[in-house]
């Protein structure tokens, strides 16, 4: 039913600009956690002025987009403490339970739950959608521990992605998140979406400074 429903997927075009300004770094890492429901990992600070979710598929070439083109901003707001992102797998383009896009999403719960801060969790989004393989296998265990030992994140977090143990009840994530996402749109239903949690509307993506203008509403 999820895959039969999730037809449109929004494109995202375009690049990002400089960033006018300079933030202020917060002395304290941003957190990192498991949202409230238990099916969305939370980057970034409760007190945050700006409030988003994503929702992605980790096959989803336009998902693989948006990260290339805003990942560095998002970290950017999130360590300055200015940004909090609450990023919504989904996996509707895996051909089979504990597919590519499974064992993706699985791993940023692992990395959710073991002591990791936000800003080096966003990094490790960005290479982990920079290295799809649409239709294949996907990375590694290992080599997405890799990716989380590159991206900065503690030992722990990486041993715990590399055991490939379950975090994450991925049929129950799929259904929540797909009925989040639908009562956002139920026409346009696609990854990536973009939500603005604080002013309770989808956020243009197809503005190539839509990050910037959410951050200077």
């Known amino acids: 039913m999820v895959v039969t429903m999730l037809v449109a997927l929004v494109a995202v075009v375009g690049c990002t600009k400089q960033i006018d300004g300079t933030a ?74 504990g597919g ?6 699985n791993a940023l719960f692992l990395a959710a739950e073991s002591g990791a801060s936000g800003a080096p969790f966003q990094r490790f989004v ?20 890799e990716m989380a030992r590159a991206a900065g994140m503690p030992g722990e977090a990486a041993d715990r992605i590399a055991s490939g143990g379950p975090a994450v009840d991925v049929a129950d994530m799929d259904t929540v998140n797909f009925g989040y996402l639908y009562e956002i749109d139920n026409l346009t239903t696609g990854t990536p979406t973009v939500y603005d949690l604080v002013a309770d509307k989808r956020l243009d993506i197809y503005d190539d400074d839509w990050l910037v203008r959410l951050m200077q509403s």
Do not use: K
């Open 100 to 105: 590519h896009s499974a064992r993706v999403a």
């Open 126 to 145: 960005q290479q982990l959608w920079a290295h799809q393989e649409p239709g294949g296998p996907g990375p590694s265990d290992d080599e997405m521990a």
């Open 24 to 97: 202020l770094r917060d002395p304290v890492p941003a957190p990192l956690g498991v949202s409230r429901d238990g099916y969305g990992v939370v980057a970034g600070f409760d007190s945050a002025p700006y409030h988003i979710e994503i929702f992605t598929e980790p096959q989803c070439n336009h998902c693989a987009d948006l990260q290339a083109d805003f990942g560095d901003q998002l970290r950017y707001y999130i360590d300055t403490g200015a940004l909090q992102v609450t990023y919504r797998p989904l996996t509707f383009l895996d051909d089979r339970p």
